[in-house]
């Protein structure tokens, strides 16, 4: 099993480009989150999903949008990027009665 | 979801016991304390979870009192490999919950 599989691992952007982070899962788990963590920050969330077809906002959802058609996938897409967005984005899943997370490996995003 | 507290930073030895006390005083009554350890350049690793008194698995011990508005994270006997950031999370999984984390407690381990 892959577990939880983020692309790509690195990724520079011009401001104002958009881009799609890929976040794959072979768990069959319901739950899917996106964080960001800045650097020497704790996460922070931006969007989650419960199950395929339901999503909803976190912390910081603006300037991102999500969609989950499947249980599988969970894509972050920058809609157009600016400089605030430079970070970390990890992706996240996890089942229900539990409050145990499984993260992916982390997408490392620059906008210049 | 409860906010916690936790110091910002430890310092230890190699084969020191190290104690990461997590303050969270508004704790509700189904809320699980659970922590994360992460590396650097890594996601965050789910370490434990507990509800009251202890828990101990092959990694850590939590230890939580009878009031439940603080908890402590025991690592036994610390190498250099624990250097990492602790997140101590409270909340419960409602179906519809989300991890909260705060800035953690970072771990440096010294030979």
């Known amino acids: 099993n892959a577990g939880v599989t983020q692309t790509p691992k690195f990724q520079v952007l011009k401001t104002g480009q958009s881009m799609t982070l890929q976040c794959a899962q072979d768990m069959n788990h319901e739950y899917m989150s996106w964080y960001r963590q800045d650097p020497g920050m704790g996460l922070r969330l931006i969007h989650y999903?419960?199950?395929?077809?339901?999503?909803d906002q976190g912390e910081v959802p603006n300037g991102y949008n999500v969609s989950r058609s499947t249980t599988e996938d969970f894509p972050l897409r920058l809609l157009s990027a600016a400089p605030s967005q430079t970070s970390v984005y990890f992706c996240a899943t996890g089942t229900r009665g539990t409050y145990e997370q499984y993260f992916g490996p982390g997408t490392r995003l620059t906008v210049t | 979801l409860a906010k916690t507290t936790q110091p910002i930073s430890m310092d230890s030895y190699e084969g020191q016991e190290v104690n990461i006390t997590c303050s969270h005083n508004n704790i509700a009554t189904n809320d699980y304390i659970t922590w994360y350890q992460q590396f650097p350049s890594q996601g965050p690793r789910f370490i434990i979870q507990g509800y009251k008194t202890k828990v101990t698995n092959e990694v850590a011990s939590l230890f939580i009192p009878a009031d439940r508005k603080s908890s402590t994270l025991s690592l036994p006997r610390v190498s250099l490999s624990d250097t990492a950031v602790y997140y101590c999370l409270v909340g419960m999984d409602t179906g519809r919950r989300a991890l909260t984390f705060g800035s953690g407690t970072r771990l440096q381990v010294q030979p």
């Open positions: 999903s419960v199950g395929a077809g339901i999503t």
